[in-house]
């Protein structure tokens, strides 16, 4: 079973601290990762991508990409409570489908 | 651009009946995704859908199923329904391929069997 895997959390981090969220994977055929946002209620929301080594950045919102450790990583700089919400990381195999983490809760307090 | 769009947002049905939902892809977006979520297992990926032909299919019964239409709306079905179906149903939709594949997810069908 390919799967991706997160650490549940919550995590907790003071408004304006970075938080680092993490996650591995088990297929090494995926190319392509994705964190996706979720609030409590609402659809996941597409924060990055990321398909090559190294570091993509967007904003306070920074991606990193490890094939050779099969590790993904997402850096949320000047972090706000309006953060709060459960990041998913999801892997994209080679037959269009996304394999999700059960995704990290992020707590951002003021 | 209008975002995905998913009807009905929210569905009970009793167990045994069928349900269908729809899902309207980002305008220009050709490939339409389906997946589950519930608290338990998380997301799970249902089906894709290409140019009107189903491209992969993720581990669940016969009882689902899709379909995708020529303007690239497509439809889920799920036929004597369990319990066990009770989830949030999303769609997503993507029109890059190559090495990204971005998928942008709908507001997603609540459905509800009792």
């Known amino acids: 079973q390919k799967e991706v895997e997160q650490n549940s959390g919550p995590l907790s981090v003071p408004e304006g601290a970075i938080a680092s969220l993490n996650c591995t994977y088990s297929d090494r055929g995926s190319q392509s990762f994705f964190w996706y946002r979720q609030y409590s209620g609402k659809s996941p929301e597409l924060i990055m991508s990321?398909?090559?080594?190294g570091d993509k950045e967007d904003g306070r919102f920074t991606a990193q990409l490890n094939k050779a450790s099969q590790y993904v990583s997402l850096l949320i700089r000047d972090s706000q409570p309006s953060d709060s919400a459960t990041y998913l990381c999801a892997a994209l195999n080679s037959g269009y489908a996304l394999n999700f983490g059960k995704g990290t809760s992020l707590l951002v307090t003021p | 651009k209008a975002g995905v769009t998913q009807t009905p947002r929210y569905l009970i049905k009793t167990r045994g009946q069928q349900v269908t939902l729809s899902c309207s892809p980002i305008s220009g977006h050709r490939s339409v995704s389906w997946y589950q979520q519930t608290p338990g297992q998380g997301l799970q990926f249902l089906f894709e859908y290409f140019s009107e032909t189903q491209r992969n299919k993720g581990n669940f019964p016969g009882r689902f199923s899709g379909r995708q239409f020529s303007n690239s709306r497509s439809e889920m079905n799920v036929s004597t329904l369990e319990l066990g179906d009770s989830a949030l149903y999303l769609c997503?939709?993507?029109?890059?391929?190559?090495?990204?594949?971005?998928?942008?997810f709908g507001p997603g069908t609540r459905l509800t069997v009792t």
């Open positions: 997503a939709s993507s029109g890059t391929g190559g090495p990204s594949y971005e998928q942008y």
């Open positions: 990321i398909y090559s080594n």
